[in-house]
């Protein structure tokens, strides 16, 4: 069997993996705190990728190309990446990303509510 060798994380992969810990302490921790916030962490605790791959999730959902995701369109993504709200949660949380009032929610409306204080990080 060949022999591993021990390669030291660099500083950033450090940092991404404690940010990842936290983060899902905190996730499992948080119990019913304010969804949006438990989304945040959600994404957080799969490191960089996962609110990079969220963003790839909610372009996928949008079944009809117009770079909106309507209400329906945006509950469905939030459960299939396993985020588990409420009816009442999830439309609540559609009304507070669709900050235009416009009946969807766009990209932008979307990372401007999950992104992160650096504070947190």
């Known amino acids: 069997m060949p022999r591993r060798m021990f390669r030291p994380q660099s500083a950033t992969s450090r940092q991404e993996s404690e940010m990842a810990a936290k983060s899902l302490r905190e996730l499992q921790a948080s119990g019913s705190a304010d969804p949006v916030q438990r989304l945040r962490l959600l994404c957080l605790s799969r490191g960089a990728n996962g609110i990079l791959g ?17 209400q329906e369109e945006f509950i469905l993504g939030l459960r299939e990446i396993g985020m588990e709200v409420t009816d009442d949660e999830a439309k609540d949380m559609f009304t507070k990303f669709d900050t235009d009032g416009s009946g969807s ?17």
């Open 54 to 70: 969220l963003g790839r999730l909610f372009r996928r959902m949008d079944e009809d190309g117009n770079k909106k995701l309507n």
């Open 105 to 121: 929610v766009n990209l932008d409306e979307f990372f401007v509510h999950i992104r992160v204080s650096l504070t947190l990080i």
